[in-house]
């Protein structure tokens, strides 16, 4: 199993700036992934955070606006890059210790305003 | 990636048994079926796991339909705990595993 823990678990935040999400888990884990969840929709991944290089992103989401770091195997962040309010989401990170359970943080719910 | 329809909301009573149905008529054969939960303000969490035969665990059972085409996830006696939405999502095993098509789910409400 794994624990995730995130922060923050909320800001508020004005457009135009930048904010960074921290994941970090309590074991060594080889996939970490973050995905994006808007108001009242599910869940959508935006990028598999690689180890030692560059993320993976998903169709529609780009490195400029959503850069990933993975310095190790326990911890990841994700920034959101020159927020609009379109941005406001939840923002969940998620890591597989194994081959068959996905664990998720508790999620961090920004508001750009 | 294959796609899931499920009902956008089911109700049931508190300690009765809940049948949460899922159609996947385009599933592939090395498509495993997941269920996940997410309770209200939480991150989603792993309910069971299956690919060919029923499962159980001590969350639910998950029921595969012969031709593996539908499945239904089976919570045994509802509490007042287990309302959530509840997904159902196809994918592949292995280290890919990770990267999940959620789909809109079902909304379950558990009455007292």
């Known amino acids: 199993s794994a624990v995730i823990s995130q922060k923050p678990s909320r800001d508020i935040c004005q457009r135009g700036t930048s904010l960074t999400i921290q994941c970090q888990v309590d074991s060594q884990v080889t996939m970490m992934f973050w995905y994006r969840q808007q108001p009242g929709q599910s869940l959508t991944l935006i990028a598999t955070a690689n180890q030692g290089s560059e993320a993976t992103y998903e169709s529609g989401f780009v490195i400029d606006k959503f850069p990933i770091s993975r310095p190790n195997l326990t911890f990841s962040t994700l920034t959101v890059s020159n927020m609009s309010p379109e941005d406001s989401s939840i923002y969940l990170c998620s890591a597989l210790p194994g081959v068959t359970e996905a664990f998720f943080g508790q999620g961090t719910r920004l508001t750009v305003v | ?112």
């Open chain 2, 1 to 112: 990636d294959a796609k899931t329809t499920q009902p956008n909301s089911m109700e049931s009573n508190e300690e009765e048994p809940v049948h949460l149905p899922c159609n996947h008529s385009t599933i592939s054969g090395t498509d495993y079926i997941h269920w996940y939960r997410q309770l209200p303000s939480q991150g989603p969490e792993y309910v069971i796991h299956g690919l060919t035969s029923n499962v159980n665990n001590r969350m639910a059972s998950l029921a595969i339909a012969e031709d593996r085409k539908s499945s239904t996830l089976i919570l045994h006696r509802a509490t007042l705990r287990d309302a959530a939405v509840y997904y159902c999502i196809l994918g592949a095993g292995g280290t890919s595993y990770g990267k999940l098509t959620f789909g809109q789910g079902t909304i379950l409400t558990v009455h007292p």
